[in-house]
């Protein structure tokens, strides 16, 4: 069992940077691969990004590259998301979750635990 806990969401002007957090407790955190999602009202939840167990390769929404970042620090059980020049489209909850394999998915239903999700709100 894990837990999550995302944190660092807010109202922003667009152009401005925001650093998601997410708190991992539970079972050992290194085991899983970690993803960002976020869902806008009335759409569906999408994937945003997703890093691997070490940190290393990592998987991007197109719509996130070259702005956003994803990165972990394993020995603090927590994974961050890094978003500059925010734009008012970026409004969404952004949740983490975190599937027990080694293998990337962009698909929701193979992620095992997830988090409440933090409001991320641009202005224009």
């Known amino acids: 069992q894990v837990q999550l806990v995302e944190s660092g969401g807010g109202l922003v002007q667009a152009g401005d940077s925001l650093r998601l957090s997410c708190a991992a407790s539970g079972r050992t955190f290194i085991t899983y691969i970690v993803g960002w999602f976020r869902q806008a009202p009335g759409k569906e939840r999408e994937f945003v990004a997703g890093?691997?167990?070490?940190?290393?390769?990592?998987r991007y929404a197109e719509f996130a590259k070259g702005r956003f970042t994803i990165s972990r620090d394993n020995a603090k059980n927590t994974v961050y998301l890094q978003m500059n020049n925010l734009k008012p489209e970026d409004t969404a909850v952004y949740y983490c979750a975190c599937r027990d394999s080694a293998m990337f998915s962009f698909d929701i239903k193979r992620y095992d635990y997830w988090g409440q999700g933090t409001q991320v709100t641009v202005s224009s």
């Open positions: 890093i691997s167990r070490s940190g290393g390769p990592q």
